[in-house]
Nanobody, 122 residues
């Protein structure tokens, strides 16, 4: 299972750190990703990190505001989000990849968390 947490209500310009803990499935050998779905919109790639933490990819809109990281000793991936604005309001999902390398394609992720809601007030 993938358990995401850390969402909430934050003012524009604020920060949140999302966490996603994986249990019952291999973690350290798999890439992890974060996606989001804003109200009325489709799923959108946010960030991904390879199994060793050395390969990282961000969506263009991140623009240096977010940082993805992982702790393989805790089976947990994080998404530190800074300088949030109203466009970042969405449900954020973590996903476990089918392989070691990060990918932007949702079809290459095997398991998904339930999502955590991030609401940014302007």
């Amino acid at each position: 299972q993938l358990q995401a947490s850390g969402g909430g209500l934050v003012q524009a310009g604020g920060s949140l750190r999302l966490s996603c803990t994986v249990s019952g499935r291999p973690f350290s050998s798999r890439a992890m990703g974060w996606f989001r779905r804003a109200p009325g919109k489709g799923r959108q790639f946010v960030a991904a990190i390879g199994s060793s933490g050395e390969n990282i990819d961000y969506a263009d809109f991140v623009n240096g505001r977010f940082t993805i990281s992982r702790d393989n000793t805790r089976n947990t991936v994080y998404l530190q989000m800074n300088s949030l604005d109203s466009d970042d309001t969405a449900v954020y999902f973590c996903a476990r990849g089918a392989g070691r390398l990060p990918t932007r394609s949702g079809e290459l992720y095997e398991n998904w968390g339930q999502g955590t809601l991030v609401t940014v007030s302007s």
